[in-house]
């Protein structure tokens, strides 16, 4: 599913114009990404929780080439899906 599927269906199950439902999505990824830039856990109950984690620094292999070369420490996003999506996906 993309986007504009996404969209549609939101606007379907909401009874509302697929340009408010755009408007609306858009609004979710921004504040999401507001909030997960600060550092902080956005939690939706029974669908997940977005989160930041310290990647550490670590050695790995230039496929290419077979050099080891140093992979650098970094912040990662991420997601931990929450029970009812879970079960729905079982």
């Known amino acids: 599913m993309n986007k504009s599927e996404l969209v549609s269906r939101m606007a379907q199950a909401a009874g509302i114009t697929k340009s408010a439902a755009e408007r609306a999505l858009d609004g979710f990824m921004d504040a999401v990404t507001d909030a997960v830039s600060k550092g902080d ?50």
Do not use: M, Y
Not at 41 to 63: D, I
């Open 41 to 90: 856990k956005v939690t939706l109950v029974g669908f997940g929780t977005f989160s930041v984690a310290q990647r550490n620094a670590r050695k790995g292999r230039n496929p290419s080439t077979g050099e080891i070369i140093e992979i650098p420490a970094k912040k990662v996003v991420k997601f931990k899906a929450g029970s009812k999506l879970t079960d729905a996906v079982s």
